[in-house]
């Protein structure tokens, strides 16, 4: 919590054991569909074929570790989506359909459990050969309407070979209509590219990430999608994933399209003059917090010994945001992107005055 007010988080990740990589593996080698042990209700049993990891008490300890993480960063509920580096959309369809339903079932084993710390965001099926996003819409309806979750998460370059259409593109409007029509926000995150350039690079994911986020920062900043689908929340991981070098009016940015009410952006920024830099380019009302915890911020600050994904204080102490500034970003601006977050947050998420007023539902 921040002064009595809950932390939310629209950035974070499951982490994935052996089994899960086992499970893979097996469909990696059969080449052929398989079908989730842990879809709906089901949970593995003792002497099941994928029993070892897998059992109902392994994904509570899994759960509680996760849980534990946050609780010492002073996170109340996070947005859990799928692992970007473990997408693999370069898989042939049928398998990928079946790992991407092994994973959203995973996600919801890890709600399911700790339903005071996380809200379920789903993966998508994406084909980018195909004439557009129709195909992912029956998982998608699945994780909402049997799951309850609260968004989706869509790769920009779902295979890593630049081949996935620009989302500005047509392509990308049925999703973009059936999450108007849900009220659920696409969560924008790149997955793991394939250009040959980077592979000089350890963890050169982290280039595809922010290159193809950046891309699709800009792509949405010209398109007319907004235009056709006023209501649309879409949130940019990483802050977009690059800023901007030239002045808000320059035409390079397309002063003229205003997208304040339609694109957002995460505080996944651990360099504290970046995330200066991103707050005051994106505006604080576009801001989100989001942290990827755990996942890329465990390298440890030298100046509190404490690891670069703890930002609750790093933000508090920013004393270029105001009060209502920190409030926004750590719960208004989730709470108004993610309205399914904020009802995870319970019957007290707009219980302070002033984060009601900012949420529009006093006065």
């Keep these: 919590m921040y002064n009595g007010v809950k932390v939310l988080d629209v950035h974070s990740h499951i982490r994935w054991q052996q089994p899960a990589m086992t499970f893979l593996n097996h469909l990696l080698i059969?080449?052929?569909?398989?079908?989730?042990?842990?879809?709906?209700?089901?949970?593995?049993?003792p002497g099941h074929r994928w029993a070892q990891g897998m059992l109902k008490e392994d994904w509570q300890a899994a759960?509680?570790?996760?849980?534990?993480?946050?609780?010492?960063?002073?996170?109340?509920?996070?947005?859990?989506?799928?692992?970007p580096v473990e997408v693999n959309g370069w898989l042939n369809r049928p398998v990928?359909?079946?790992?991407?339903?092994?994973v959203n079932d995973a996600i919801h084993k890890m709600t399911v459990l700790r339903p005071d710390k996380f809200v379920?965001?789903?993966?998508?099926?994406?084909?980018a050969s195909e004439p557009d996003t129709r195909h992912v819409l029956p998982e998608l309806e699945r994780c909402v309407n049997?799951?309850?979750?609260?968004?989706?998460?869509?790769?920009?370059?779902?295979?890593?070979?630049?081949?996935?259409?620009?989302?500005?593109?047509?392509y990308w409007y049925p999703l973009y209509e059936k999450c108007q029509e849900l009220d659920i926000p696409i969560i924008v995150h790149g997955t793991d590219g394939q250009d040959p350039r980077f592979r000089v690079m350890p963890h050169n994911y982290q280039l595809a990430f922010a290159t193809e986020q950046f891309i699709a920062t800009q792509l949405l900043r010209w398109g007319t999608q907004f235009?056709?689908?006023?209501?649309?929340?879409?949130?940019?991981c990483h802050v977009g994933g690059g800023l901007d070098r030239f002045i808000a009016?320059?035409?390079?940015?397309?002063?003229?399209?205003?997208?304040?009410n339609n694109l957002f952006f995460d505080s996944c920024a651990y360099d504290y003059d970046y995330l200066r830099a991103a707050i005051s380019q994106r505006g604080v009302a576009n801001i989100c917090f989001g942290v990827e915890a755990p996942g890329s911020g465990a390298t440890v600050r030298p100046d509190t010994g404490r690891t670069s994904d703890d930002m609750v204080p790093v933000i508090a102490s920013r004393d270029y945001l105001s009060e209502q500034d920190k409030i926004d970003i750590f719960h208004n601006?989730?709470?108004?992107?993610?309205?399914?977050?904020?009802?995870?947050?319970?019957?007290?998420?707009?219980?302070?005055?002033?984060?009601?007023?900012?949420?529009?539902?006093?006065?």
């Design 333 to 363: 601006n989730p709470a108004r992107v993610v309205p399914g977050l904020a009802r995870a947050a319970g019957s007290d998420a707009f219980a302070n005055p002033i984060v009601a007023d900012a949420a529009g539902l006093v006065g």
């Design 30 to 45: 059969s080449n052929h569909p398989i079908g989730s042990p842990i879809e709906g209700d089901n949970w593995v049993e």
């Design 227 to 236: 235009e056709r689908f006023p209501n649309l929340r879409i949130i940019m």
């Design 146 to 170: 049997e799951y309850g979750f609260v968004a989706t998460y869509a790769s920009p370059d779902i295979t890593g070979h630049r081949d996935t259409p620009g989302m500005n593109d047509e």
């Design 120 to 127: 379920g965001a789903c993966q998508l099926p994406q084909i």
């Design 96 to 102: 990928f359909e079946s790992w991407t339903r092994y």
């Design 249 to 260: 009016q320059s035409q390079a940015l397309n002063p003229d399209n205003d997208t304040r």
């Design 63 to 83: 759960a509680d570790k996760h849980a534990a993480y946050l609780d010492a960063r002073e996170i109340d509920v996070q947005v859990l989506g799928p692992h």
